[in-house]
Structures are given as structure tokens and as C-alpha cells.
């Protein structure tokens, strides 16, 4: 069974789960980011914030600001519940739109603070005294800047192959 998911899930329910979980640790993600997509994911009905902090065991905080998080990234969605006065949450399961949301959100920003980077670290590179030490990161900048370039050109060709 996996370890931190609680015993009154069902066994695929608590599977799917640890599958999410430990899939966000690889984006830098918190747990319960995982933890809450995969529980909507599995989940028949739409679920309420209290529902995910109940079933999930978190903290009405984290639920809440993972679901936030996953409405920025186009993962879950707002829907119709059986209590009008409840907001209801399921999972947006187009592999397109998951990755779509995920590079528009996280990494295209953190692209284009990396070209600002870059521009600080070739003015520290002009500042080095020692020749050989110089031509060396300058080398190495301008191989940042190249794949910087690259994973610009990939990202988008990556939306398209996912368009399913």
C-alpha cells in the first residue's frame, strides 16, 4: 500500500493517488498537488474542497491551494455538485491541456527569467580577470543560451505531438 494515503480510499483509488503524488515530485510540485489531481481523476463524482480534505487527510489550506494551483494549470475545473451552495471540482484528463497548462504556467516563466539570468551571468563572465577561466564560462553561458533556445523551439512541437 502506498505510504501516506488514507486507509478509507480504495485500493486503486489510494494507487492512483501515489501514482500523481510522486509524479509532481518530479516538477518540483507539493504532494497533495498530486494527491488532489489524482483523487479527482479516479473519482466518479465531482468533488468539494471538504471531500478532498476529508478523503485526502490535508489540511483545508493545502486542498485549497492546490485546487487553486490545478484551476491555474487547466487540470481541474468547476462543476455542477448535488449542494448548490458547495463548489464542486473534477479533473480535466486531455493530456493536451495538462501539458499545455503546465508549460504555459511553470515553464515558460521560469524560461523567460532565465534569459534575464543569463544576461547577469555574461556580465559577471566579463569581469573575470583570469583569460582562461573567462573564455571558459563564457563558453558555458553561451551553452545555456543555445539550450534556452532549444527548449523554446521543442516546447511548443511537444503541445502539438500531445494534441491526441
Known amino acids: 500500500m502506498p505510504e501516506d494515503v488514507p486507509q478509507s480510499l480504495a485500493e486503486i483509488e ?3 493517488i501515489a501514482l500523481f503524488a510522486h509524479g509532481v515530485r518530479v516538477a ?3 504532494r497533495s498537488v498530486g ?3 489524482g483523487l ?3 473519482s466518479r463524482e465531482p468533488l468539494a474542497l471538504d ?3 476529508k478523503r485526502l487527510s490535508i489540511s483545508k489550506g493545502s486542498a485549497s491551494q492546490g485546487l487553486k494551483f490545478l484551476r ?3 487540470a481541474v475545473r468547476e462543476v455542477e455538485g448535488p449542494d448548490v451552495r458547495r463548489t464542486y471540482f473534477e479533473a480535466d484528463i486531455e493530456l493536451k491541456k495538462l501539458v499545455g497548462g503546465f508549460i504555459r504556467e511553470q515553464m515558460r516563466p521560469h524560461m ?3 534569459k534575464d539570468r543569463l544576461k547577469g551571468l555574461e556580465d559577471e563572465v566579463s569581469k573575470e580577470g583570469d583569460p582562461e577561466r573567462r573564455a571558459f564560462y563564457d563558453e558555458r553561458v553561451k551553452k545555456l543560451e543555445r539550450w ?3 527548449a523554446k523551439l521543442v516546447l511548443p512541437l511537444i503541445q502539438r505531438v500531445l494534441g491526441e
Open 40 to 42: 479527482l481523476f479516479i
Open 28 to 30: 518540483g510540485l507539493p
Open 51 to 53: 471531500d478532498l480534505v
Open 14 to 16: 489510494k494507487q492512483v
Open 148 to 150: 534556452l533556445k532549444q
Open 35 to 37: 494527491e488532489i489531481y
Open 72 to 74: 491555474t494549470l487547466a
Open 112 to 114: 523567460e527569467s532565465g
